[in-house]
């Protein structure tokens, strides 16, 4: 993300690369200590971004993403990857 200023405004640019794979297959997650299933898409000079459907932990390229301090964000994690997945898929 770059900030520049133009004027009296300042103008952010933020890089949000379109995935240009996705999967959705099993996972031996290391969390729930179960096979499981996952959603993932991968993008360009980023690597795959998983999340597990079971308990909603997040991986970036390989690496466990950082836990929300708030009540529910397994919930809600869970659930905007299953409607990333289906936005992607009716589009």
């Not at 004027?7 to 890089?15: A, L, P, Q, S």
């Not at 297959?25 to 079971?54: D, M």
């Not at 809600?76 to 299953?82: E, G």
Request: with cysteine.
């Amino acid at each position: 993300m770059s900030t520049t200023q133009t004027g009296n405004c300042n103008t952010v640019h933020v890089h949000a690369p379109w995935p240009d794979a996705r999967h959705l297959g099993r996972i031996n997650c290391p969390t729930c200590k179960r096979s499981t299933f996952a959603v993932g898409w991968h993008a360009e000079y980023y690597g795959w971004s998983q999340t597990c459907l079971r308990c909603g932990e997040r991986w970036e390229d390989g690496e466990m993403c950082e836990r929300p301090f708030r009540r529910g964000w397994r919930k809600d994690s869970i659930a905007r990857a299953k409607r990333r997945w289906r936005q992607e898929r009716a589009a």
